[in-house]
């Protein structure tokens, strides 16, 4: 089975509800995965929308996420670490694309390490999150959804 992540919020390149951006209810929506390889000894998770004006945005990141998970259900923060996104909080931020711009795509990228923990308290940035945890990544899945301002 492929390293597969999944939520019941929405499928594949399909449109975000309102209940999880933010200008509306602002709830991480549910994640479920599957097939992480049997040597995962932890996972890091990042929501980021590459086209955002200034270039990639990220809207949440959990890291040391426990091997033996398999999903976050909605509004949850659940994991041993949360990054600071670009929002400057140390929570998920929804989706916030301008007015006008066109379709935004949030690519949720859940990756497996091969290292239990990164060795960072809350509160790191997401840049320095992901140059720790690139040097151990054994496999990635990823959800893409889509959101426009109207």
């Not at 040391?64 to 996104?85: Q, Y």
């Not at 140059?131 to 899945?141: G, N, P």
Request: charged share 20%.
């Amino acid at each position: 089975m492929t390293f597969h992540l999944e939520s019941s919020a929405f499928g594949n390149g399909q449109i975000i509800p309102t209940k999880h951006v933010r200008e509306g209810d602002n709830l991480s929506p549910p994640l479920r995965w599957e097939g992480a390889p049997r040597e995962t000894k932890s996972y890091v998770l990042i929501v980021e929308d590459p086209d955002a004006p200034g270039g990639a945005f990220r809207h949440w990141v959990l890291f040391d996420i426990d091997p033996s998970c398999n999903h976050l259900a909605e509004a949850t923060g659940r994991g041993s670490g949360h990054g600071v996104n670009d929002f400057g909080n140390v929570r998920y931020d929804g989706p916030h694309p301008p007015k006008g711009h066109g379709v935004h795509h949030y690519h949720f990228r859940l990756a497996a390490l091969d290292v239990p923990s990164l060795g960072l308290g809350d509160g790191a940035g997401v840049d320095h999150i992901w140059e720790r945890a690139r040097h151990h990544v054994i496999d990635q899945a990823e959800l893409i959804g889509t959101f426009e301002a109207r």
